[in-house]
């Protein structure tokens, strides 16, 4: 059975820098698309980005050349690294695997605000 476990949410000031972590647990990780979702009150959910199982990536319009996805297959985890951070950045950030795209974590909260 997967599981998502997600953290390194927070609350930052503008311009700062979070790292989010999912660690998935179950077999197959290592071969699965990885994404990266949030979703503000209010909104509905978004993709930010996704990294494939040959590590190319791709990012939401609004994120490119801030955040940053990354993966340890050997640790199961995926990363998110989050710069400049922005007010609209603010929401629950969620980990997903395309494998199990039913499977979702508990989700980690990221505020930015000053």
């Known amino acids: 059975q997967v599981q998502l476990v997600e953290s390194g949410g927070g609350l930052v000031q503008p311009g700062g820098s979070l790292r989010l972590s999912c660690i998935a647990s179950?077999?197959?990780?290592?071969?699965?698309?990885m994404r990266w979702y949030r979703q503000a009150p209010g909104k509905e959910r978004e993709l930010v980005a996704a990294i494939a199982t040959g590590d190319s990536t791709n990012y939401a319009d609004a994120v490119k050349g801030r955040f940053t996805i990354s993966r340890d297959k050997a640790k199961n985890t995926v990363y998110l690294q989050m710069n400049s951070l922005k007010p609209e950045d603010t929401a629950v950030y969620y980990c997903n695997s395309a494998l199990y795209p039913l499977v979702w974590g508990q989700g980690t909260q990221v505020t930015v605000s000053s």
């Open positions: 179950g077999s197959m990780f290592s071969i699965s698309v």
